[in-house]
């Protein structure tokens, strides 16, 4: 079983920076895909970043050049660095893990960008 659990949300004015972390816990694996998702109301879930076990990492065009994902193997932790945000990147972001064939999701941390 794997457990995510993440934190570093709040309220930002428009331009400003937050980091977000997510600390796995549980039964992972050193090959495992990590990322975060994104999700606001009434839209579906975004995939926004993710970065494999070797350090490859993807963005999606919404955040391309703003965010920044990096992972520690060594504690189980990955980091969303996002600057400068925009009142439209205002969601709920998801920690996800990928290993075995399946995807396990945390909690989520809200993010309110102001303008």
């Known amino acids: 079983q794997v457990q995510l659990a993440e934190s570093g949300g709040g309220l930002v004015q428009a331009g400003g920076s937050m980091r977000l972390s997510c600390v796995a816990s549980?039964?992972?694996?050193?090959?495992?895909?990590m990322g975060w998702g994104r999700q606001a109301p009434g839209n579906e879930r975004e995939l926004v970043a993710s970065?494999?076990?070797?350090?490859?990492?993807t963005y999606s065009d919404s955040v391309e050049d703003r965010f920044t994902i990096t992972r520690d193997n060594a504690k189980n932790t990955l980091f969303l660095q996002m600057n400068p945000l925009k009142p439209e990147d205002t969601a709920v972001y998801f920690c996800y893990l990928q290993q075995g064939g399946r995807a396990y999701w945390g909690q989520g941390t809200q993010v309110t960008v102001s303008s």
């Open positions: 549980g039964s992972i694996s050193t090959l495992a895909t």
């Open positions: 970065i494999t076990s070797g350090g490859i990492t």
